[in-house]
């Protein structure tokens, strides 16, 4: 396994993340705590979830998986940078979401019980609230760690001001701040190039890219064979015959290489010295386990044009990719 540090700080995670939404809801028990086992065994020690995870079994079920994961022992939460989000609404009365001070200390509260911790190594927001002031949400996140129930802050979903802005914020503060950045990002999903990736990377922000894969696009054989139901419901006919003729160049591109689609969209996003770890998703060990040849694959100058023929993004950062 490779590691590299998240965002400025010095704590070392693995170059790929373990995503657990569908631990619980689409993978059975067992197989999560196989999975999970496997990883550690792979190196990965960055593990994602959230407190609203888990669907129709319930939100808040993914963390009390991984909570009795945690309880058998054999030092699985002491090997695991564990990574949860905070911020949706966990029921429907008033104060239950967002990122008050007085819903992230409740939200913390809660995650700890379900996941059988101490401690949460990265807290992160789901979305940027706007209505809340950043003295407020760093106030409630300040408490957190000095009760030593977190150790450090990232974001999901934030447009680049909103980085800006927070880290500013904490910087006022004498306080570390955003560490970390969840955004959407893999080869047909781009827009974080205009301005994200260049306020990360000038604020020492790791970006976690979710849906490295979008949504099975660029998994390979999208449009032969059924797969599961979250695959399906993200890949709508529509969405399917919008991007028919990218996604086969997109695989005749990979058959040229001989390197699976899968490999290669992890790949073109590690090359990217602003990732720090796409979050994967595998729902089998299998999947596990191939996911780790995107570590060994090096792209060529003209392989990396031709996937930007193929996916041409935003045309670089703000504001040189629209003006002058």
């Not at 570390?176 to 950045?181: I, Q, R, Y």
């Amino acid at each position: 396994m490779q590691y590299t540090f998240l965002g400025r700080t010095g704590l070392q995670v693995s170059r790929l993340c373990l995503g657990t939404m569908n631990f619980g809801p689409v993978t059975n028990e067992a197989t999560s705590f196989r999975i999970m086992d496997h990883a550690l065994e792979l190196g990965i020690n960055f593990f994602d979830t959230a407190d609203f995870y888990g669907r129709h079994i319930g939100k808040g079920a993914t963390e009390q998986l991984i909570g009795k994961w945690f309880a058998q022992g054999g030092g699985r939460r002491e090997k695991v940078v564990l990574a949860t989000k905070m911020y949706g609404m966990m029921d429907e009365w008033p104060n239950n979401s967002k990122v008050s001070a007085y819903y992230i200390r409740k939200a913390c509260e809660s995650s700890l019980k379900r996941l059988q911790t101490d401690y949460i190594d990265l807290y992160q927001m789901h979305h940027i609230f706007r209505r809340t002031p950043w003295e407020e949400t760093w106030q409630g996140m300040e408490q957190l760690v000095h009760e030593g129930k977190i150790i450090y802050n990232g974001s999901s979903n934030f447009a680049a001001w909103n980085i800006v802005q927070a880290n500013e914020r904490a910087k006022e503060r004498h306080f570390l701040g955003l560490v970390s950045e969840q955004s959407i990002y893999h080869l047909n999903a781009r827009m974080i190039e205009l301005e994200v990736i260049p306020a990360c990377e000038n604020y020492g922000v790791g970006i976690l890219p979710w849906s490295p894969l979008g949504g099975g696009l660029l998994a390979g054989g999208a449009y032969n064979k059924p797969g599961s139901e979250s695959r399906r419901s993200q890949l709508t006919p529509a969405r399917l015959e919008k991007e028919k003729e990218k996604v086969a160049a997109y695989e005749s591109l990979c058959n040229e290489i001989s390197e699976k689609p899968a490999d290669v969209a992890l790949a073109w996003l590690l090359q990217n010295k602003a990732v720090t770890a796409p979050i994967i998703g595998p729902r089998t060990d299998e999947q596990l386990t191939d996911s780790l040849r995107a570590l060994e694959i090096k792209l060529s100058k003209e392989t990396n044009d031709k996937l930007d023929e193929i996916f041409p993004g935003p045309g670089g950062q703000a504001p040189e990719a629209y003006a002058w």
